[in-house]
């Protein structure tokens, strides 16, 4: 079992940016893929972002491609996801999640094993 802690959230101005971690800890060594999935209020989770800790391959929703961008760092076993030119339509509850095996196509929240607790990303106009 994984667990994962994200931090980072909060209030930012349109435009602006913020840096989202994702600390995970318990058996990591059977997770390869990490991801980045949102939620607003009234809507169903969305994908954002998805990476291979082996092969640094990446995904990202085409709403989000050259505005965020997904990274990991495994001798910390964290997940980051840097978002900038924010837009008031990013905000939502952002969560991290965890699968054992990467594909550019794993998109659904259903095809993560381990989740986070999420954090809030307010962004005003």
């Known amino acids: 079992q994984v667990q994962l802690v994200e931090s980072g959230g909060g209030l930012v101005q349109a435009g602006g940016s913020l840096r989202l971690s994702c600390a995970a800890s318990g058996r990591t060594f059977s997770m390869d893929a990490m991801g980045w999935f949102r939620q607003a209020p009234g809507k169903e989770r969305e994908f954002v972002a998805a990476?291979?800790?082996?092969?640094?391959?990446?995904a990202y929703a085409d709403s989000v491609r050259g505005r965020f961008t997904i990274s990991t760092d495994n001798a910390k076993n964290t997940a980051y996801l840097q978002m900038n030119s924010l837009k008031p339509e990013d905000t939502a509850v952002y969560y991290c999640?965890?699968?054992?095996?990467?594909?550019?196509?794993?998109?659904?929240?259903?095809?993560?094993?381990?989740w986070g607790q999420g954090t809030q990303v307010t962004v005003s106009v």
């Open positions: 990476i291979s800790r082996s092969a640094g391959l990446t």
């Open positions: 999640a965890a699968a054992t095996y990467y594909s550019d196509y794993r998109r659904s929240p259903y095809e993560y094993d381990s």
